[in-house]
Nanobody, 120 residues
């Protein structure tokens, strides 16, 4: 089984920072991409940041210049450093992993989500 464990969410004032982390464990295989998505109440889930196996990154426009995604390969862990947080960043943040198992096609995995609340 594969498990994604997230941590680092919480309540912060506008202008503050948080660092999310997500560690993949189990029969994850070879990890390709890792990413963070978020879903605010009444809205669709949206991509926040993405990092490939080669370290290439991509960000939503709303995250550019404020958020940084990094990856610790040896620990199968991805981080999201979030600075200058604003109330509109309030959402449940989900970790996403795409990996290739020893046998079979690529698979997608999701974390359970961690709440980020930014107060004004």
């Amino acid at each position: 089984q594969v498990q994604l464990v997230e941590s680092g969410g919480g309540l912060v004032q506008a202008g503050g920072s948080l660092r999310l982390s997500c560690t993949a464990s189990g029969s994850i295989g070879s990890i390709n991409a890792m990413a963070w998505y978020r879903q605010a109440p009444g809205k669709q889930r949206e991509l926040v940041a993405h990092i490939t196996s080669l370290g290439s990154t991509d960000y939503a426009d709303s995250a550019k210049g404020r958020f940084t995604i990094t990856r610790e390969y040896a620990k199968n862990t991805v981080y999201l450093q979030m600075n200058s947080l604003q109330p509109e960043d309030t959402a449940v943040y989900y970790c996403y992993v795409n990996s290739t198992p020893r046998i079979g096609a690529r698979r997608n995995y999701w974390g359970q989500g961690t709440q980020v609340t930014v107060s004004s």
